[in-house]
């Protein structure tokens, strides 16, 4: 499944995980595995279900395991945070158009505020009615729907220009 983009991302997620780790803030990595038959990635045990090694997890870091684009649907995830007393999430990752966009919505609807960090998801080209999205476009759509209502949607330099 490859995404526009995932490189840059990817880089982008470096950063936010360098100051997370620095600053000794609670991280959790959510690892997507397919459960259904047909399923024809993020199986169990394949490369394409592991995460990337750029952005592994240390041994002391959170890693829920979801079988639905939206992270808190049948998880601990929820419930962890609250046991954390979390009420602001730093929502990074892929794909947009899916895990990120369904999360982020769920993520208010529990009663998080959310920053949603554009520049470090990625997504793919999505074809409808015989026409080609473009990975950009679908960026864009998804990043101007959830900003306001959803999340704040910052780019990775506001964040860590934020907290200067």
């Known amino acids: 499944m490859e995404l526009a ?21 609670p991280i959790v990595f959510i690892q997507h595995i397919a459960m259904r038959a047909n399923a024809t990635f993020f199986i169990s045990g394949t490369f394409g279900a592991e995460i990337h090694e750029a952005v592994k997890p240390q041994k002391n870091e959170t890693v829920i395991i979801k079988n639905y684009p ?24 892929s794909m947009i158009h899916m895990c990120i966009d369904t999360t982020t919505r769920a993520a208010k ?3 998080y505020s959310s920053k949603l960090i554009s520049d470090a998801c990625a997504t793919r080209d999505l074809v409808y ?3 080609v999205v473009k990975a950009a476009d679908v960026q864009l759509a998804y990043m101007a729907a ?3 209502s ?4 910052i780019t990775t330099a506001q964040f860590l ?3 200067i």
């Open 5 to 25: 983009g995932m490189y840059k991302a990817t880089q982008n997620a470096q950063q936010l995980l360098n100051l997370f780790r620095e600053k000794a803030w």
């Open 70 to 93: 939206n992270s808190f649907r049948e998880t601990g995830l929820n419930e962890y945070l609250q046991s954390m007393n979390i009420s602001e999430l730093v929502i990074c990752g």
């Open 109 to 111: 609807d529990l009663g």
């Open 129 to 131: 009615n015989n026409q």
């Open 146 to 148: 959830l900003n306001g």
């Open 150 to 153: 959803f999340a704040e949607v």
């Open 161 to 163: 220009n934020d907290l």
